[in-house]
């Protein structure tokens, strides 16, 4: 019998920049493909930034049922959704195959922002003479707005849709802490199959920061402005970096015990060894050092009873800003030295929460294939990054083991190992 702690994963599914589905993912990352371009979903000519991680093939009338839920799904929600039934399609799971009590979602997402078509006739009402009115805005919101109108900007919701559509009626979370969400998602869907509280969890995260309200109340201090080669603007670990590209995307996976998914002949896609999250407390006074992330992989080395040079690979954060990818560089070279280093934010941007599940899934995917995916738009090494970094052509021989991290600014740090 498998020990309880043997997690495997049985089905993957995506929604991104680069493509919408296993195969055409992994396709694209396979060939170095790009998919940061010009934004064309609303007008972005007022924006600073007019480029970004579109998904330019998707659907959400095709991809999310009933679809009258679609009235109460931000695009975020349904990506998400359309992640996970990917991922149940992909692992085989027919209605009824798993107990409905034994069978949970945890969902990573990030804030979502309104969307300016709800609130607009809103704002135009609470506009007096060229002046914002806040007495007439709580009139006219209660004209203006459905009733079900918050349901769509609530983080929660990509879990509930998902439990409904899938009758998993075990447990069900969301973790909304930035850009560490999706993997954390991960580790707490590993560990509730630990735990004996399921057999099979749907795990996956979802993020949209190509969002007009959203990419406004951020700014773009700390984006990339390469609008003259856009295509090539997401630079990890690179000299010539000038900041973050934003995306859109949604990674899910399905993670069974291994006894779960041999009792039900499926195919074994990868294996969860171990997990590991940990905290800078000082991080948003201070900025992050790359502390946490240090201690994050060496606890999920160690619990994966991986010595350094038994990984195969690190599949980075890589955001593409200067202070982050140097904290990140030299905490990767403190703890496994020469190892070699892939950033899929190099192929589609930044995917917010959504963005650490569908990294992760490049490097699961290139294990089966015995390949480490490159870096794209990695030309000149940053004396500052000493770090291995995979480009030109992707890598082979190395040991099938990787190491998938994620961090964020308000200090978090997670790291998922996998084979």
């Known amino acids: 019998m498998a020990a309880p702690t ?4 049985t089905g993957i599914g995506v929604v991104s920049p ?8 992994w396709e694209a990352v396979a060939s170095g493909a790009g998919g940061i371009r010009p934004i064309t979903g609303f007008d972005a000519s007022g924006l600073a930034v007019r480029f970004g991680g579109q998904i330019i ?11 009258k839920s679609l009235k109460v799904m ?11 039934d990917l991922a149940v399609a992909d692992a085989a799971l027919a209605a009824g195959a798993v107990e409905p009590g034994r069978f949970g979602v945890v969902f990573g997402g990030d804030m979502i922002y309104a969307d300016i078509e709800d609130l607009e006739s809103t704002y135009r009402l609470a506009t007096a003479g060229g002046v914002f009115d806040y007495h007439r805005w709580a009139e006219a919101i209660q004209q203006e707005v459905h009733p079900l109108w918050l349901l769509k900007h609530l983080p929660n919701m990509t879990a509930s849709h998902v439990a409904i559509a899938h009758d ?23 560990s509730v199959i630990r735990r004996g509280w399921a057999d099979v969890m749907i795990a996956g995260g979802t993020g949209c920061r190509l969002h007009p309200t959203a990419m406004v109340a951020r700014g ?8 003259d080669d856009f295509a090539s603007a997401c630079r990890p670990f690179d000299l010539h970096r000038d900041g973050l590209v934003n995306g859109e995307g ?12 041999m009792r039900r002949g499926a195919s074994i896609i990868g294996r969860i060894l171990a997990t590991s999250s940990r905290c800078e407390p000082r991080a948003r006074h201070d900025g992050v050092s790359g502390a946490a992330l240090r201690q994050a992989i060496r606890a999920a080395r160690e619990a994966a009873g991986l010595e350094p040079r038994d990984v195969g690979h690190v599949n980075a954060h890589g955001l593409s800003t200067i202070e982050m990818d140097r904290a990140e560089a030299r905490a990767i070279v403190a703890e496994l030295g020469d190892v070699p280093v892939t950033a899929p934010k190099s192929s589609f941007g930044h995917l917010g929460a959504g963005g650490g599940v569908v990294e992760m899934l490049a490097s699961v995917l290139g294990l089966a294939a015995g390949i480490v995916p490159v870096t794209r738009s990695y030309r000149t090494p940053d004396p500052q990054c ?17 190491l998938a991290v994620n961090a964020c600014s308000t200090g978090q740090a997670v790291a998922v190992a996998a084979e």
Not at 6 to 9: E, L, P, S, Y
Not at 57 to 67: N, S
Not at 253 to 261: D, F
């Open 57 to 67: 093939d998707f659907d959400p009338k095709l991809c999310v049922r009933p679809r």
């Open 220 to 227: 773009a201090a700390q984006l990339s402005h390469r609008g």
């Open 18 to 25: 680069v493509g919408v589905g296993r195969q055409a993912f």
């Open 6 to 9: 043997d997690i495997v994963i």
């Open 250 to 261: 949604a990674g899910a996976v399905i993670l069974e015990s291994r006894e779960h998914a």
């Open 386 to 402: 000493p770090v291995n970094v995979v480009h030109g052509v992707p890598l082979a021989g190395r040991p099938a083991t990787a």
């Open 74 to 84: 931000s695009r975020d929600i349904q990506l998400g959704f359309a992640a996970a």
């Open 168 to 190: 998993a009626r075990g447990p069900n979370n969301s973790i909304v802490l930035g850009d560490v969400s999706g993997l954390l998602a991960i580790a707490e869907a590993a």
